[in-house]
């Protein structure tokens, strides 16, 4: 044998190299997957209009827009019961609008096309107040409107005329005595006239007047000017 002996190959060095083939191997699979996942996640948040099909695990999780429900299945939802819909019902895990007043409370107690409005009509605000686009809103009476005529003819026959005022939701004419005796009739209409039987103007054998008053859910106005009425063939 030759004095000069060949050297040998350490056995782990393929073992060495075959290792790291494999670890990068791995390393570029993870990758690759994650890189599909977001993919995924990116498809799926824009094709069901911005995220509607969420995991989560509770409440917490749910932050995108009006999903803020955990449901049974993993799921961000708009809602799962009504009480997740405030003024309204929760109708397949979407909160719809209210049907009745009992679904409304607080500042808005009522139902209007299915939205809980602090009021519909005037009638459901506070004195001095009037409903206006669903609100509650402080308002003042009428102004006071003109009086045109005042006539008294026969027996018991009053007719009386005035300017229309703007806001007003009806009027009161008043019939007196002119503060002889105290003694008055009035009678509430919701137009600018009135020719009536109805007031029995022989209660009152006085030197008579005539006025009226603007009236809506805020109050009534000031009266009008005064005129002179007749007294009827009875007195």
Known sequence: MSN??????????PIIIISSIVVVIIIV????????RGSTTDDDNGGNGGGSDLSCSSNIDCTTGNLSICNITGTCVEC???L??????CQNEECAGCTSNIQCSGVTPYCNNGT????????NCDIGE????????????????????????????FSASWTAVVGATSYVIRYDDSGTNG????QTVTGTSISTSAMTPCLICAPA???VRAVNSCGSSLISNILAVGNPTCC
Request: proline share 10%.
């Open 29 to 36: 699979i993870v990758v690759i997957l994650l890189l599909r």
């Open 183 to 186: 003694d008055f009739i009035e």
């Open 130 to 157: 009037e409903c206006i686009s669903d609100e509650c809103i402080p308002c003042n009476p009428p102004p006071a409107p003109t009086m045109l005529t005042a006539t008294m003819s026969g027996f018991n026959t």
């Open 84 to 89: 997740h819909c405030p003024g309204g019902t």
């Open 209 to 211: 007047r005539a006025f």
């Open 80 to 82: 799962t019961v009504d």
């Open 4 to 13: 000069q002996q060949k050297k040998k190959k350490s056995p782990l060095v």
């Open 116 to 123: 809980c409005e602090a009021c519909v009509i005037d009638g």
